[in-house]
């Protein structure tokens, strides 16, 4: 799982690129439903993540969770983005509880219900 995420840096480079000369966007109106593959590595950081957050260690899974936010958000797959910035929320408070320099920022959950 690791070597998948150490190598998934190539691939977002890749995305980046798409992402900035690929077709154009749809329209407002249009509704598109983006499905992730079980083996898309967007996922596998996700499960990576999760594993962290199970261990407690929490400052991995935050910095995991933001991660796939920004790519969730990027793509604009909000049924993936939303449970994502949730458990960046959580293992950010949770981190805040043993860091007293991290703050819990509730705006997080906020972008969660209003994507």
């Known amino acids: 799982l690791h070597e998948i995420v150490v190598n998934r840096k190539s691939r977002s480079l890749f995305s980046g690129a798409k992402r ?3 077709t154009s966007k ?10 992730y593959t079980k083996d898309a590595p ?13 261990l407690k ?3 991995c899974s935050h910095q995991h969770y933001y991660t796939i936010k920004k790519d969730f958000q990027a793509d604009e797959a909000w049924s993936y983005y939303a449970p994502a ?7 950010l ?3 805040s509880l043993t860091d ?6 509730a705006d997080y ?3 969660a219900i209003t994507k």
Request: charged share 25%.
């Open 20 to 22: 900035w000369f690929g």
């Open 109 to 111: 959950m906020e972008e």
């Open 93 to 95: 408070f949770m981190l």
């Open 42 to 54: 967007e996922l596998q950081v996700r499960k990576l993540a999760d594993i962290y957050f199970l």
């Open 26 to 35: 749809p329209s407002v109106g249009a509704s598109t439903s983006l499905v």
């Open 57 to 59: 260690m929490y400052k």
């Open 100 to 105: 007293p320099g991290k703050k819990y920022r």
């Open 85 to 91: 910035v949730e458990l960046a929320a959580l293992s």
